[in-house]
């Protein structure tokens, strides 16, 4: 048992709580019943502030969030998220969507970065797609650009041709200080890991490509013992899916970022194991500022029914506590006790093995009872 630091008996961190929409209240309450444990063992607690955002949002206040609520996130210690959105506010054509709170939470909160661990858990190998022997020593950290790029371009509207044609534009825009203080970061990372950075653009096309490149170039300057290669996208793309255990960090673009990210979920088996933060430049008395969220969606057909995996809820509160709140070894604690459960045969039903004699050997889990499991570990 880990003893507990008398500096720490006193503490209680403020967390802003966003269940948000479909399954998000499940997978938040079982982290905060991990947080409430891991917090036992170590000596502090949680002040902890429920908003209405998202969907619900919309549907209680007419947004997916309001200034108030951006401002509660702003002065809390960090920020939890399930997920927002689904099929009831999925109107291509509505002034009002969910999502619009996720841009203003980033831009609200000066959130430009998004780390998404990309690791393979032992014990779920063969949920993995990909041949086992190309899963050893996937380690990988994605590093996604949050607050510019093709998503915030103006304009970016609906048009008419002369010929009365219906047309439509994005602006795919980047500032040298953008792509600069996102590089800066990703060289930072790989000097605590394995020293190698992958930057991935569209060079041989893109303007705003080539830009990133020549900063990139000038930031590495300032680390040269990291290792630096640039790839197109198709290029990284082909990659993962090939030898994933190629790549330490890439840093990226925004639109980039988000398809290598969510194609480099598939390689762990489940998207509802992997986590996600999303940091700025501001550092509070405990780390630095961030919202954690799992990268899965809100799963509205399992919403309610305790099916949902809240792993990667509990993963990105453990990221919480490494960046955000100073606490990493309660961060391993975490991680430990969610290998642990693991190891013991403990699985939610995304990850159950497709072979039938092989998942009678395990004990399938719902919501709920695998966050207590977990909860159980962090004790011993």
């Known amino acids: 048992m880990t003893e ?13 709580l966003i269940p948000g ?17 891991v917090g036992r063992r170590f000596g ?19 947004v997916g969030i309001r200034p108030e609520d951006v401002e509660a996130c702003r002065a809390a210690d960090a920020v939890l998220l399930g997920a927002v959105g689904g099929p009831k506010w999925d109107d291509p054509d509505a002034a009002v969507r969910p999502e619009q709170a996720l841009f203003a939470l980033r831009g609200g909160l000066g959130l430009f970065a998004n780390l998404r661990p990309i690791t393979v858990a032992p014990q ?58 996102i590089v800066t970061l990703a060289f930072e990372l790989a000097r605590g890991r394995r020293r190698k950075v992958t930057q991935v653009d569209k060079a041989n ?13 000038e930031v590495h300057a300032d680390f040269p013992d990291v290792e630096l290669e640039h790839r197109l996208v198709d290029s990284a793309a082909m990659t ?26 598939v390689i762990a088996g489940s998207l509802g194991m992997l986590p996600s933060a999303s940091i700025g430049s501001r550092v509070t008395a405990h780390g630095r500022h961030g919202l954690y969220e799992p990268i899965h969606g809100s799963a509205p057909d399992i919403a309610g029914q305790d099916l949902a995996n809240p792993l990667g809820t509990i993963l990105s509160a453990a990221m919480m506590l490494r960046w955000s709140l100073g606490q990493p070894e309660a961060a391993a604690a975490i991680e430990s006790a969610v290998s642990r459960a693991l190891d013991d045969g403990y699985r939610t039903r995304d990850l159950l093995p497709a072979h039938p004699a092989e998942a009678e050997a395990m004990t399938l889990a719902g919501t709920r009872e695998m966050a207590r499991v977990i909860g159980d570990r962090i004790a011993i």
């Open 4 to 16: 507990v630091r008398a500096a720490d008996a006193a503490r209680t961190y403020r967390i802003a």
């Open 21 to 37: 929409d479909g399954v998000g209240p499940e997978v938040v309450a079982g982290a905060v019943s991990v947080l409430e444990a």
């Open 44 to 62: 502090f607690g949680f002040a902890w502030q429920e908003l209405t955002v998202g969907g619900i949002g919309i549907d209680t206040y007419g």
């Open 124 to 181: 779920l190998i063969a949920a993995s797609p990909l041949k086992p022997e190309l899963l050893a020593g996937v380690d990988a950290m994605i590093v996604r650009e949050l607050t510019s790029g093709l998503y915030f371009g103006r304009p970016s509207e609906p048009r008419t041709t002369p010929e009365g044609e219906r047309a439509a534009i994005d602006t795919l825009w980047y500032t040298e200080g953008e792509i600069r203080r």
């Open 205 to 217: 096309v893109l303007a705003t490509s080539r830009l990133w490149r020549k900063v990139t170039e």
């Open 240 to 265: 993962l899916a090939r030898w994933p255990a190629s790549f330490d960090v890439l840093v990226t673009e925004n639109l980039f970022g988000d398809i290598l990210s969510d194609e480099a979920a």
